[in-house]
């Protein structure tokens, strides 16, 4: 059975730094892409950025590079979003989910799986 | 504001049929495949519909998808009170080089 299993909710202060984290089984974690998306209070998806874990081949969207940092460490199956300095606007609960793959004419599909959700609170 | 345009909300009551749309542009529908998204409160969103028109296993044959050039459309019949959720579609947009999704749709089961 395909799981994403993501860390569990943070409570955090502007300033502050985080990595949360989504850990993949029941496939085989090298060859598929993990994206992440952000859904603030009341919003709507947004797409940050994937990686694939095979190589750490990352994408962000325009919106969110420089903002965070998309990072895997494949012998532990695991995909990771981290901030350096989070900002009360980055309150929001993230969702990783797997991303089957890339072609040049039609770019990234779908996502089949998704995680939980990680509820990141920043707040002084 | 998305890139992907849908409706915020709409409804119809158990056993009905309902549609919903998504409309975009030449550098993303027009040009990729679509996949639409059902999520539910408190829970992680949930594939129902990829490549335009396949269903995931286990996604019923009530849903089902449909790409008319730059726009997409959702329909969903025998509607049930656990379909009230939210609805969203997504593609890639060649020229954002970023994954869209839409504003999402809020459906109401009367």
């Known amino acids: 059975e395909v799981q994403l299993v993501q860390s569990g909710a943070e409570v955090k202060k502007p300033g502050e730094s985080l990595k949360i984290s989504c850990k993949g089984s029941?496939?085989?974690?090298?060859?598929?892409?993990i994206g992440w998306v952000r859904q603030m209070p009341g919003k709507g998806l947004e797409w940050m950025g994937i990686?694939?874990?095979?190589?750490?081949?990352?994408r962000y969207s325009p919106s969110f590079q420089g903002q965070v940092t998309i990072s895997a460490d494949k012998s532990i199956s695991t995909a990771y979003l981290q901030w350096s300095s989070l900002k009360a606007s980055d309150t929001a609960m993230y969702y990783c989910a797997r991303n089957p793959g890339y072609y040049d004419t039609t770019g990234y599909e779908y996502f089949d799986y998704w995680g939980q959700g990680t509820l990141v609170t920043v707040s002084s | 504001q998305s890139v992907l345009t849908q409706p915020p909300s709409v409804s119809a009551a158990p056993g009905q049929k309902v549609t919903i749309s998504c409309s975009g542009s030449?550098?993303?529908?027009?040009?990729?495949?679509v996949s639409w998204y059902q999520h539910l409160p408190g829970s992680a969103p949930k594939l129902l519909i990829y490549d335009n028109n396949k269903r995931p296993s286990g996604i019923p044959d009530r849903f089902s998808g449909s790409k008319p050039g730059t726009s997409a459309t959702l329909g969903i019949t025998g509607l049930q009170t656990g379909d009230e959720a939210d609805y969203y579609c997504g593609t890639w947009d060649s020229r954002l080089s970023a994954w869209v999704f839409g504003g999402g749709t809020k459906l109401t089961v009367l």
């Open positions: 990686i694939y874990p095979d190589d750490s081949d990352t």
């Open positions: 030449s550098s993303n529908i027009g040009n990729s495949y």
């Open positions: 029941g496939y085989s974690f090298t060859t598929y892409w």
